[in-house]
């Protein structure tokens, strides 16, 4: 009995050590390879940083034009505080990058939180970044229409391993849109709804996972495109990510195209239309005091 116990310890150790290791694979683009500059430019990482609590949390997001990223609104949960959240745009590699500070948040005013319906959220930076060879704005769809079962579309992520860090280098993987009735009976407890999700995976052990949450599905609706379309936004999945039969949900863009252009567009008017209104305002008071 003796000579057992140093072995089954040793098991013990073994097994820690593997469990470990498994589980922190799985923090990544499950079954990804490496992505090159330039591969999905529309890709940026959102960062949380709370210097109080010392908490991190990482999302991903894409580029929708040069002020406002797209990305889930499950991803602010944590806090709405826009002095908190920094993103890094155009990059592969995030080490010692450029942060563009982010200043307004807007979660889509229909979210539910418990089934993740209406998971979608803009956020505004502090500075404008144009397009460049690394960098593109990403199309947004107003229907699903040209996709069919058997797609294969693109999804992206840094990720999070478990100790909470971040890796540097973005992962990318090719899976297969799957059929909105085999999405339903996968995840009837969610209660999943075709009217708000899409669900793709190869089942095989390419899947999205912790940290990826608000990176978008994205594929080329023609081969000479040089911009993305993205018709979801990573939502949510199983616990086993990349597990055999693991699929993920993706919070359907189209739906919400018009909301996504107002109010991009409109707090950008807005902010035109101000600071025009008090260059009016500034050179009228000059005329006054000539007079």
């Known amino acids: 009995?003796?000579?057992?116990?140093?072995?089954?310890?040793?098991?013990?150790?073994?097994?820690?050590?593997?469990?470990?290791?498994?589980?922190?694979?799985?923090?990544?683009?499950?079954?990804?390879?490496?992505?090159?500059?330039?591969d999905l430019p529309h890709q940026v990482l959102l960062y949380y940083q709370d210097p109080d609590t010392l908490t991190q949390k990482t999302c991903g997001g894409a580029m929708i034009n040069s002020q406002w990223i797209m990305t889930a609104a499950h991803c602010f949960e944590t806090s709405t505080d826009a002095s908190k959240y920094f993103v890094i745009a155009g990059e592969t590699n995030i080490v010692n990058k450029v942060r563009h500070r982010v200043t307004k948040i807007v979660r889509h005013p229909n979210f539910i939180v418990k089934q993740n319906i209406n998971d979608i959220a803009l956020a505004k930076l502090d500075t404008t970044l144009q397009e460049t060879s690394t960098l593109k704005y990403v199309n947004i769809p107003n229907t699903i229409s040209?996709?069919?079962?058997?797609?294969?579309?693109?999804?992206?992520?840094w990720g999070v391993f478990m100790d909470g860090t971040v890796p540097n280098d973005l992962y990318k993987a090719q899976i297969p849109l799957q059929p909105q009735t085999f999405c339903t009976d996968y995840f009837y407890a969610q209660?999943?709804?075709p009217s708000y999700f899409i669900c793709a995976g190869d089942g095989l052990g390419k899947d999205s996972?912790?940290?990826?949450?608000?990176?978008?599905?994205?594929?080329?609706?023609?081969?000479?495109d040089t911009r993305w379309t993205s018709y979801g936004i990573t939502s949510y999945g199983p616990t086993g990510c990349g597990d055999k039969g693991s699929v993920g949900a993706y919070a359907r863009v189209d739906i919400h195209s018009q909301w996504i252009n107002a109010t991009a567009l409109i707090s950008s008017a807005s902010h035109h239309i101000s600071h025009v209104t008090t260059i009016t305002l500034i050179l009228l008071c000059c005329v006054i005091l000539n007079f």
């Open 1 to 38: 009995m003796t000579g057992i116990l140093p072995v089954l310890y040793l098991l013990l150790i073994i097994y820690a050590v593997y469990a470990n290791t498994k589980d922190q694979n799985k923090q990544l683009i499950a079954g990804g390879t490496l992505a090159n500059p330039g």
């Open 146 to 157: 040209n996709l069919n079962t058997g797609n294969l579309l693109w999804i992206s992520g």
């Open 191 to 193: 209660n999943y709804s």
């Open 209 to 224: 996972c912790q940290g990826d949450s608000g990176g978008s599905i994205v594929q080329k609706d023609n081969i000479n």
